[in-house]
């Protein structure tokens, strides 16, 4: 049912040679970059020849559907690429397809102006910079995006803008150029969906302000960050509106779906990976006189893994299917049901992976807890589990309680 054909076959065979020859190689030059480096928020040097090799073999922008941007690939299509990405933390950059940059993308071909293509869209597309998704806030429960505080208001041929946010993934790169900000140009609007705007924000503009980068788990994910931004007094060219006063909450539904379904399909490789360096270490390894492998704990455990990912990774790929047959909004709670079974999943094989290892697990020497922080935010980047719970059950309950 989901047999990659052609182009979208070819390109997969072609990425997993990539990853065995350059993206694997390097991991360790990567570690070895970024710890020598006198700034963290620049992006170690390896990316940059690794970027220009991807993209001389035509391994570039491959999650953009449309053939104009992208590799023309179907959602279904991608969803094994970006799984094989997953398998190690940066590779998404690699190829031009890493988050947030893959969303703002997204935003900017499906709903940006001709000139806001041509000034943003077209260098993310041609991977010289890189961007930030701002709409996380401090003081107000953000997995509401109508509870947003920030204010956008117009004077005269500009768009002014107060407003903290955290979590701002992104920005603390040295090659971060832009913000897309949500925030409220019509917060008096009956119409709770209709109160917000998304606008683009330039880095460098007077009153952006980056607080201090936001830790997870106790790390701060240099290169990349997750900083509280200040806006004070902000102004930015009225052009700089996307689609319109009112429409933010509809772009970021646009969003919410292929740009975030990636997270989904990425940390399905993750978990692969985690699966396979735990059979590695039990098979190597001897306690209490033979070894782990033929442990009964831990050969349940790693049954329950290969079934936990291959029914997650289903699950993902029939998301995609319907996504790409039906659209987003048909496709929504299929999309709910993986942002909750994915990540999941991926935190207990991961944790199990991390057991496994002992000490070792806890560490850089082995990427199992970076992938974990990566699986548990996702529990909540991805919009909370209780939030996407409540929204299957209510599609599900929707037929009975609506009966006349």
């Not at 940006?112 to 107000?140: H, Y």
């Not at 919009?383 to 409540?390: I, L, M, S």
Request: net charge neutral; proline share 5%.
């Amino acid at each position: 049912m989901f047999e990659l054909k052609g182009r979208a076959k070819e390109l997969y065979d072609k990425l997993l040679q990539f990853m065995d020859e350059h993206i694997y190689p390097n991991e360790k030059v990567y570690r070895e970059q970024h710890a020598a480096q006198d700034d963290p928020w620049v992006t170690p040097p390896i990316i940059e020849e690794l970027k220009a090799k991807a993209r001389a073999q035509g391994l570039w922008n491959l999650f953009l559907p449309d053939s104009e941007y992208g590799a023309g690939l179907t959602n279904l299509e991608y969803a094994p690429l970006a799984e094989i990405m997953g398998r190690v933390m940066w590779s998404s950059e690699v190829f031009n397809c890493a988050a947030p940059d893959t969303g703002n993308m997204e935003v900017l071909a499906r709903y940006g102006s001709e000139a806001q293509k041509e000034k943003w869209l077209k260098p993310l597309l041609n991977g010289e910079i890189r961007s930030c998704f701002s709409m996380t806030e401090p003081d107000v429960a953000s997995s509401d995006a109508t509870n947003i505080q920030c204010e956008i208001r117009r004077e005269g041929d500009e768009y002014v803008i107060n407003g903290r946010k955290w979590f701002s993934s992104g920005a603390c790169n040295e090659r971060t150029k832009f913000f897309i900000l949500m925030g409220k140009t019509d917060p008096d609007n009956p119409d709770r969906y209709r109160q917000q705007s998304m606008i683009i924000v330039p880095k460098d503009t007077p009153g952006v302000k980056i607080v201090r980068d936001m830790s997870v788990f106790g790390s701060y994910h240099a290169p990349k960050g997750h900083p509280e931004v200040l806006f004070d007094n902000v102004r930015v060219p009225a052009s700089n509106i996307i689609l319109g006063e009112g429409r933010g909450f509809e772009i970021a539904q646009g969003r919410l779906g292929p740009g975030r379904i990636h997270h989904c399909m990425r940390v399905i490789g993750q978990a692969e990976r985690a699966l396979e360096l735990m059979c590695q270490r039990l098979a190597s390894r001897v306690a209490f006189g033979k070894p782990l492998s033929e442990q009964g704990v831990w050969r349940e455990r790693i049954a329950e893994s290969r079934i936990l990912i291959d029914q997650a990774r289903f699950l993902v790929l029939h998301a995609a299917y319907k996504m790409d047959k039906v659209g987003n909004k048909e496709a929504r709670k299929e999309i709910a049901m993986i942002k909750v079974a994915a990540p999941n999943m991926a935190c207990k094989v991961i944790d199990w992976a991390i057991q496994a290892y002992g000490a070792a697990g806890y560490t850089d020497d082995f990427p199992l807890a970076s992938m974990y922080v990566y699986a548990r935010h996702l529990r909540t980047a991805d919009g909370p589990d209780e939030v996407h719970r409540n929204s299957i059950a209510k599609l599900e309950l929707r037929p009975y309680l609506n009966r006349e």
